[in-house]
């Protein structure tokens, strides 16, 4: 039976995996590609996280009280989904306008850029 501990292991062998993307490439689509990873792991732990617990206390939230339902950990794993979309779209036009103006997406040229 696949219990919580094996989805925890699979979320932090896909952080330690978008650890070592992000550190070891210079291509800037491999870095955001590492960034989805580890955004992804987190995903993974909010999922299995509540449906594997129990607890579903009222939380305090920006001063109201929410509840945390059974499917909280999901409804938090989609708002990062859309997160991670808006961010990779926003990403990636800078990459292109990077690209126009240098004809390249390695990040260790960055550092010629105004402003």
């Known amino acids: 039976m696949i219990g919580l501990p094996h989805y925890l292991v699979l979320a932090a062998f896909m952080f330690a995996t978008g650890v070592f993307v992000m550190s070891t490439k210079r291509n800037a689509v491999g870095i955001l590609i590492g ?3 580890i955004l ?3 995903n993974v732990n909010l999922v299995a ?3 594997y617990t ?3 206390a009222p939380v305090r939230v ?3 009280l929410a509840s945390g339902g059974p499917m909280s950990g999901q409804v ?3 708002f990062v989904i859309v997160l991670a979309a808006a961010e990779a ?3 990636i036009a800078i990459f292109m306008n ?3 103006n240098r004809n390249t997406i390695d990040v260790d040229r960055a550092d010629q850029l105004k402003g």
């Open 35 to 37: 960034v989805e990873l």
């Open 40 to 42: 992804n792991a987190a």
């Open 49 to 51: 996280s509540s449906v």
């Open 54 to 56: 129990d607890f579903h």
């Open 62 to 64: 920006l001063g109201a």
């Open 76 to 78: 938090t794993a989609m």
């Open 89 to 91: 779209a926003i990403a």
């Open 98 to 100: 990077f690209y126009n």
